[in-house]
């Protein structure tokens, strides 16, 4: 089969890009199939060649197909990206250089895939934000930004509205969160859940804890540390503000807060300067050594207000740490309360959260149980191998529905 990706970005360091370079890598290298990317940058996929004069597309293939990028506001970038990435394909096919089997895109990012895997769905993501959008009570200083972001919103939902709830595209969605919000705003229910994974060889709680002392060193933290962790993007979806208010409560506790991410912690500064937080956070920029994180780490805590799946609690998990999970976020399905992890019911609730932080710390006996019985959950249901296979039965079955038609 000849696959088109469609994505403006692909690396390791975000979670649905991490998830198509899996897919890809498989793809060609196990199922021989040529895969071509459509996207503006991309990097560390193995055996990647550029399209130019000299690329040779063959069988096990994966061939960049380079697009232009655009300066100017996101919405203005996404736009170009829309429609260039469209050009490109299109040229392609009227020179008789290539045509697609089959078009696969995570997300929005064009309107004729034919199998788009959703990662996030904006009518539900703007219902929880859309308080924050409002112009009245913020800074005039910010209205730019604000009034910016409801264009970007408004335009995604539109094309949600009109690419979602087309019968032609077969969707996949990355948790069963995500299939009802497809079922409920698009009535798609015939979304297939395929789970994103983790790499089970890299994440283990043997690489973890012989990094431990290492980790904790190099983050200048002492052992009598009890050490919380939060990886994420968007620190405001991922809940960080309940999560420092909960820390800010517990001050007869030894807590510290490790937050990554590439957010500006700035916003947060003000919050640092009460006297039950000083001290106690640190941020720090994403890094390719995510495994340092978790070494480091005694728990992680993912209170997020709206995620569609959370890659790092599973990573969490595989490696052996004790978790504590927002319901809104997807992994949280593979969180058995009391068992494999903590759910936290309300991610706005400080006080729920700062219970469930009070009895991880107090209770050595539980972060043990729930860190192994974790890791043996992750280690058997959730590898790359097992989602990849699992998706390319769904395009192999798309395809053929296609053919047919």
């Not at 973890?208 to 290492?214: I, P």
């Amino acid at each position: 089969m000849r696959l088109a990706v469609v994505s403006p970005f692909l690396d390791r360091r975000h979670g649905t890009e991490l998830c198509i370079i899996e897919q890809i890598e498989r793809f060609a290298t196990q199922n021989h199939w040529q895969i071509d990317i459509y996207s503006q940058r991309i990097e560390d996929v193995k055996n990647l060649q550029l399209d130019t004069a000299s690329a040779r597309s063959s069988q096990g293939s994966i061939l960049w197909h380079k697009i232009s990028r655009l300066p100017g506001p996101h919405l203005v970038q996404f736009l170009w990206w829309f429609f260039a990435n469209r050009f490109r394909r299109r040229s392609n096919v009227r020179s008789g250089k290539f045509k697609a089997d089959l078009t696969y895109s995570p997300g929005i990012n064009c309107f004729d895939a034919d199998v788009i895997v959703v990662h996030i769905v904006f009518h539900e993501f703007y219902a929880r934000v859309r308080s924050e959008l409002k112009l009245l009570h913020a800074p005039l200083r910010s209205w730019p930004l604000i009034l910016h972001r409801r264009l970007y919103y408004q335009l995604i939902r539109m094309l949600e509205r009109k690419i979602y709830a087309n019968p032609r595209v077969k969707l996949i969605a990355v948790s069963q969160l995500v299939s009802t919000q497809l079922r409920n705003y698009f009535n798609r229910s015939d979304a297939v859940v395929i789970p994103n994974a983790v790499d089970t060889v890299r994440f283990t709680p043997e690489f973890r804890l012989s990094r431990r002392s290492a980790a904790r060193q190099a983050y200048g933290l002492e052992e009598s540390d009890f050490v919380c962790l939060l990886i994420g993007n968007d620190w405001k979806k991922k809940g960080l503000d309940t999560l420092l208010a909960a820390c800010g409560r517990l001050s007869n506790l030894p807590l510290k807060l490790l937050v990554v991410g590439s957010d500006d912690p700035s916003v947060y500064q003000p919050l640092l300067t009460q006297p039950n937080l000083q001290g106690r956070v640190r941020f720090l920029p994403v890094s390719e050594d995510v495994l340092s994180f978790y070494a480091a780490a005694d728990l992680y805590v993912g209170p997020s207000l709206e995620d569609a799946f959370g890659l790092p609690i599973v990573e969490a998990m595989a490696c052996g740490l004790p978790v504590i999970a927002s319901v809104r976020a997807g992994a949280s399905e593979l969180v058995h309360d009391g068992e494999t992890g903590l759910l936290l019911r309300d991610p706005k609730s400080v006080e729920e959260l700062a219970a469930l932080l009070q009895r991880v710390v107090d209770d050595r006996n539980l972060r043990n149980t729930l860190g192994h019985a974790a890791a043996r959950l992750v280690q058997q249901n959730c590898s790359w191998d097992r989602n990849a296979s699992r998706t390319r039965q769904f395009l192999e079955a798309a395809f053929l529905r296609l053919s047919q038609n």
